[in-house]
């Protein structure tokens, strides 16, 4: 596996890799990987014929009290993990790689941007599409790959890439989960062992959810009511949102035959975010 700092030299081993006709993967990170992360690694290995991977914290989609001093960072850890997966190119750019002085340049999905997680993080998504585009520019990968577990940012990508006619194809990939159903996540490492178990009330309201839905109910509200009845069980758990909404436009919807179902919330200082697609059996 080679690694490159540099956003020409990265360009150019991209550009090589897809000589020939070769499909190039593309999976970007922030590192701290686990193994949802490389899940996407392994999907994209299976689609495609060269893969590359980034690991880059990106400070413009953290807002000003939020938590990009303290993410874990392991470039080390990373790179042996991503080695071991095949990725034959990895990106671990500086701040000012990518964001040299002067840059003024932002991307940016109206609409989408200012729902679910948009609206709690109002520059959240402004930074993830500005990077990802970037990001883009620069792999040219044929195809990339993130996870379900982001499905906000799932859906505001696949938009960006269909508006700007970006030719890469969006392959979301299905959340892995923790053995007793947390959803895998860098941020799961903030948890300490008194609040670990708490922020598996996450995970059994979307499962109640689920449930109801299989039973039959396709009210949303009152899908919505039972998945908070479970978060009341748990005080410890402070809601953001509990919404159920269109996988594609992320607006509300009533019937939610086929819908997501979303939800963010904080663990003592630790916001997680899960979701789960309803569909009949």
């Known amino acids: 596996m080679r690694t490159l700092t540099a956003i020409s030299e990265m360009r150019a081993e991209c550009r090589t890799a897809r000589q020939g006709g ?9 590192g701290a990987l686990h193994e949802g992360h490389l899940s996407l690694v392994r999907a994209a290995r299976e689609k495609c014929d060269v893969v590359a991977a980034s690991v880059f914290v990106n400070p413009k989609q953290f807002g000003p009290n939020e938590d990009f001093a303290k993410y874990p960072r392991d470039l080390e850890r990373d790179s042996k993990l991503l080695a071991h997966e095949g990725v034959a190119l990895l990106f671990a750019p ?13 991307v940016y999905v109206e609409g989408l941007s200012e729902r679910l997680c948009g609206r709690s993080r109002p520059r959240h998504f402004r930074g993830v599409t500005t990077v990802v585009a970037k990001l883009f520019n620069i792999v040219e990968p044929d195809a990339a790959f993130f996870g379900q577990k982001d499905a ?13 006619n970006i030719p890469v194809e969006i392959v979301g990939c299905p959340i892995v ?3 007793d ?3 895998m996540s860098s941020r799961n490492a903030y948890l300490s062992p008194a609040e670990r178990p708490h922020a598996l009330a996450l995970s059994r309201a979307l499962r109640q959810m689920e449930e109801n839905f299989a039973a039959g109910e396709r009210d949303a509200n009152k899908l919505i009511a039972a998945g908070k009845a479970v978060l009341a069980q748990q005080p410890v758990v402070k809601l953001d949102y509990l919404e159920i ?20 919330a ?11 697609i309803l569909t009949a059996k």
């Open 152 to 164: 906000a940012q799932l859906a505001i990508i696949r938009r960006m890439a269909r508006d700007l």
């Open 94 to 106: 500086t701040a000012e790689e990518m964001y040299p002085a002067g840059a003024e340049t932002v």
């Open 266 to 276: 904080f663990v003592g200082n630790t916001r997680l975010i899960d979701n789960a």
């Open 181 to 183: 159903g947390l959803a």
């Open 245 to 264: 909404v269109d996988p594609a436009t992320l607006e509300p919807v009533q019937d939610a035959s086929g819908a997501l179902v979303a939800i963010a």
């Open 177 to 179: 989960r923790e053995p």
């Open 22 to 30: 070769k499909r190039l993967g593309f999976v970007p990170t922030m």
